[in-house]
């Protein structure tokens, strides 16, 4: 019984850790501070952060849309 307790609780910690590094790459690709990942460590602020970054204007697109609107038109 403790040993499937503590593997339980490794595969929790390991599973944390994955899902912050993936929310650290999604929130600095999309041009919003990788620190909002640890957000999604804090139930229910971790489901409005993840409605936020679904629903957002992402900064990241907003940089890429003036760089198409710079390039002259061929």
């Given at each position: 019984m403790?040993?499937?307790?503590?593997?339980?609780?490794?595969?929790?910690?390991?599973?944390?850790?994955?899902?912050?590094?993936?929310f650290w790459k999604i929130f600095q690709k999309a041009g919003f501070s990788p620190w909002m990942s640890l957000l999604m460590l804090v139930p229910v602020v971790n489901f409005i952060t993840f409605l936020y970054l679904g629903f957002a204007d992402w900064p990241a697109l907003k940089n890429q849309s003036r760089q198409l609107d710079l390039q002259p038109l061929e």
């Open positions: 403790a040993v499937s307790t503590i593997g339980g609780g490794i595969f929790a910690i390991l599973m944390g850790i994955v899902s912050i590094i993936a």
